[in-house]
């Protein structure tokens, strides 16, 4: 495998992944239209990457970025849960017929195997722990339902031969340029910038909900074994977490801790639908993959404050 195309590349996430790539000596191509990446995210390989400003939803766009490429790293997509249930249809568009159109173009194009980036958002409220892959899929959202069903596009496209693909269902990613702005961001980097800005952190609930939280470098070695795994199974699904839980009440002392500072937080009303318990099951991922995340939650939040005290709001 020699190129790849990241979508979503200048993202939180897809921006990880293009520096990785390119540190390992693949050419990369990025697609992006810049709806929620910045290009400042992919400032250090500026110049390093080929550079394709365009949506997943535009056809034409998509078969020209896919010429010459051997794998794609399918991370672009509407992210957002409560905005997936404000607008459906252009999640729909985004999430799902985006990723028809990047299946086609690949299988098209002769392309060796597409890595989709998932989420743990596929099961939904069912309490069972840990979430293993063979659960079935229960999505809540507009945001979840695409992310299933596009899937299943995956597992098709595997079946019916030429390409292979692989669905990396992401448990609670944080790390070093994942936007806090929102109401809705992940609670680990609104807790960041509520440090930073001298605010009290909010916790919605008693503090007891516990995620899988897992390092944006652990994930980026996930997708880099799934790209290189020497067989995957058509529409081969795989949890990417730790495989262990904390809660928030945990979280926080452990970040007070990155922060060298005293943190107490105020407490407010649980948020509607919030799941209460998420743990990942990674016997699967070790197994097939040989992934196990490395980066334990102290030193993942010690490299988020280190970050963040470099750049600027
Ligand atoms: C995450 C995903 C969501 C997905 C879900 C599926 C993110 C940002 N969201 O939601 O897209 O549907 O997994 O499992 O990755 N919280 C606070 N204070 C804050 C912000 C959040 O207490 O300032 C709480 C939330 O109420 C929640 C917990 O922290 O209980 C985690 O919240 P969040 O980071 O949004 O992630 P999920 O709810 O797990």
Same mark, same amino acid.
């Given at each position: 495998?020699? %190129?790849?195309?990241? +979508?979503?590349?200048?993202?939180?996430?897809?921006?990880?992944?293009? /520096? !990785?790539?390119?540190?390992?000596?693949?050419? @990369?191509r990025v697609?992006?239209?810049?709806?929620?990446?910045?290009?400042?995210?992919?400032?250090?390989?500026?110049?390093?990457?080929?550079?394709?400003?365009?949506?997943?939803? #535009?056809? /034409?766009?998509?078969?020209?970025?896919m010429? #010459?490429?051997?794998?794609?790293?399918?991370e672009?997509?509407?992210?957002?849960?409560?905005? =997936?249930?404000?607008?459906?249809?252009?999640?729909?568009?985004?999430?799902?017929?985006?990723?028809?159109?990047?299946?086609?173009?690949?299988?098209a194009?002769?392309?060796?195997?597409?890595?989709?980036?998932?989420?743990?958002?596929?099961?939904?409220?069912?309490?069972?722990l840990?979430?293993?892959?063979?659960?079935?899929?229960?999505?809540?959202?507009?945001?979840?339902? +695409?992310?299933? !069903?596009?899937?299943?596009?995956?597992?098709?496209?595997?079946?019916?031969?030429?390409?292979? +693909?692989?669905?990396?269902?992401?448990?609670?990613?944080?790390g070093?340029?994942? #936007?806090?702005?929102?109401?809705? =961001?992940?609670?680990?980097? %609104?807790?960041?910038?509520?440090?930073?800005?001298g605010?009290?952190?909010?916790?919605?609930?008693?503090g007891?909900?516990?995620?899988?939280?897992i390092?944006?470098?652990?994930?980026?070695? !996930?997708?880099?074994?799934?790209?290189? !795994?020497?067989?995957?199974?058509?529409?081969?699904?795989?949890?990417?977490?730790?495989?262990?839980? @904390?809660?928030?009440?945990e979280?926080?002392?452990?970040?007070?801790?990155?922060?060298?500072?005293?943190?107490?937080?105020?407490?407010?009303?649980?948020?509607?639908? #919030?799941?209460?318990?998420?743990?990942?099951?990674?016997?699967?991922?070790?197994?097939?993959?040989g992934?196990?995340?490395?980066?334990?939650?102290?030193?993942?939040l010690?490299?988020?404050?280190?970050? %963040?005290?470099? @750049?600027?709001?």
């Open positions: 495998m020699r %190129r790849v195309l990241v +979508t979503g590349g200048a993202g939180f996430i897809g921006s990880h992944l293009v /520096e !990785a790539l390119l540190d390992k000596g693949y050419e @990369v697609l992006d239209n810049l709806s929620t990446g910045r290009r400042e995210n992919l400032a250090s390989v500026q110049g390093a990457f080929e550079w394709v400003e365009a949506d997943v939803r #535009d056809r /034409e766009a998509v078969l020209r970025a010429k #010459d490429v051997d794998g794609v790293l399918h672009a997509a509407m992210v957002s849960v409560p905005f =997936s249930m404000e607008r459906p249809r252009e999640c729909h568009e985004i999430n799902l017929v985006g990723t028809l159109n990047i299946l086609e173009a690949a299988r194009a002769g392309v060796h195997r597409v890595v989709m980036a998932g989420t743990a958002a596929a099961y939904g409220n069912n309490p069972e840990p979430k293993r892959e063979t659960m079935v899929p229960e999505p809540e959202s507009p945001y979840g339902a +695409t992310k299933v !069903a596009a899937e299943q596009y995956l597992r098709a496209y595997a079946r019916m031969g030429g390409l292979e +693909t692989a669905s990396l269902r992401y448990f609670n990613v944080y070093p340029r994942q #936007d806090p702005r929102s109401m809705y =961001s992940g609670v680990i980097s %609104r807790f960041v910038e509520s440090l930073v800005a605010e009290t952190p909010i916790i919605f609930g008693d007891e909900q516990s995620r899988d939280f390092y944006v470098g652990d994930v980026v070695r !996930a997708n880099l074994l799934a790209l290189r !795994a020497p067989h995957l199974e058509p529409g081969a699904v795989f949890n990417i977490g730790t495989g262990h839980s @904390v809660t928030l009440l979280l926080l002392e452990v970040l007070a801790r990155a922060a060298g500072r005293e943190v107490v937080p105020r407490f407010a009303s649980a948020r509607p639908g #919030d799941v209460k318990h998420s743990r990942a099951d990674m016997a699967r991922a070790r197994a097939v993959l992934f196990e995340a490395e980066v334990p939650l102290s030193e993942g010690a490299r988020l404050w280190k970050w %963040r005290q470099k @750049v600027r709001s």
